[in-house]
């Protein structure tokens, strides 16, 4: 019925067929990109790639267009959280960042943070390093020292230092899993399913794990915002690409005044319609992700055989072994397993170790990731709930949050039944 209703709705909006896709009116007309980027995991970097992306934010923080994200933001949070905006708002968003660094460097593409691989000990990740992205903060205002944005002062909403003040003190409370994405992918039927899976599981973990200014409204004001909500919109490109003919432009779900969402309406605080950001490599989306590229037949895209010895080949082993789960789990949680192989883009379940270290380190000899921790069979932790006060904040529902998040617990509690051992438990 859901999917009756997004055809019905496209169709009344408009539409054209091109290749099986039904294009809605005025999308026919957006240009295809002369040049694609490709965003790739900010471990996978080259120490010249890294430099680059990092000169470009250092050069955007010093003309204050750091401070301008974080107030923008803040000006329409109430608007484009808690609603079907929320993703596209932000793949919008996210690309005005990234063509602001590209004026500095017409290379640079941002990075995306596959924070899942971390969900065990999110706080030990190299991402969050001292040469990186920096750690924890410091002193009673938790300024955070080192990384990127260790010595940044931001003025808005006032004066102060880059904050960050960890949900568990010194550590940060575990995160959600790769395979309770992979289960959210598989099971999201509808753009309305994926965006509020999204929002109030790996989005608002991370923003409350990482805590201070990820906490606030003016979040883009930390360099994680970026490299998190880039994650997130590749998960939203896979999601569309497993299915391009009919999630290409699928947007069903309610804007912030509880009223139905159309394919026409603009993109908030902008005059961009909501399909003009609909499909990557057209428009101004003239980017992709590594992973699609994988998927689509690029064996090198995911790693480059670069003089460096860190990054480990792609390992198909690692995808295979969520699907040794018993069939009734498999069922509930994994729909496309329990029928096939599943689509790649749709499996979460990627080769890289939770210690994997930074390429951008040169190193100096082959890694080879840990085997899981055998005392963690079983164990896999359970991810930290959303307080009431952040999910009435960023305009969701009570309610739905508490629902989401059982079926996350009753899935992670079905997986230690069966005596699971996720290979991210280290």
Known sequence: MKFLKIVLGLALFGSHHVNGMAVPTGAESVPVCKQIGVRKEVRSLTATEWQAYTNAVAAAYNDKW??????????????????????????????????????????????????????????????????????????????????????????????????????????????????????????????????????????????????????????????????????????????????????????????????????????????????????????????????????????SALVKRQPHKCIKRPNPATQQIIKQLPPKVLAQFYPAFAKGPGHPLENEMVAISPLQPMAADACAADFKAPPPNENMRGKMPFPSGLPDDWIKMQGSSVAEVRALEKAAYDMVEALNKANYLSPYMV
Request: glycine letters at 8%; one cysteine or more; aromatic letters at 14%.
């Open 66 to 299: 750091i401070d301008w994200f974080g107030f923008y933001h803040s000006v329409v949070a109430d608007t484009v959280h808690g609603s079907s905006q929320f993703l596209v708002f932000h793949r919008h968003f996210i690309n005005s960042y990234e063509s602001i660094l590209q004026r500095y460097n017409p290379s640079v593409m941002v990075p995306y943070w596959n924070m899942m691989i971390d969900f065990q000990n999110p706080d030990k990740s190299a991402v969050l390093g001292a040469k990186y992205l920096g750690g924890n903060g410091v002193g009673a205002d938790g300024c955070v020292t080192s990384g990127v944005a260790g010595a940044w002062s931001l003025v808005y909403p006032k004066t102060h230092c880059l904050s960050r003040t960890y949900n568990n003190g010194t550590t940060i409370n575990p995160w959600y899993s790769p395979e309770y994405v992979t289960s959210l992918l598989q099971r999201s039927e509808t753009y309305a399913d994926l965006r509020a899976g999204v929002e109030n599981s790996v989005h608002g973990a991370v923003h409350l794990g990482l805590n201070g200014d990820m906490s606030t409204m003016h979040s883009p004001s930390d360099p994680v915002f970026f490299l998190h909500h880039v994650n997130i919109d590749r998960l939203y490109a896979q999601w569309q690409a497993v299915k391009p003919a009919t999630r290409t432009f699928m947007y069903d779900g309610v804007d912030a005044k509880n009223a139905p969402v159309k394919i026409s309406d603009f993109i908030v605080g902008t005059s961009t319609p909501v399909y003009q950001v609909m499909r990557l490599g057209y428009g101004d989306m003239c980017y992709t992700y590594d992973t699609i590229k994988a998927a689509n037949g690029d064996a």
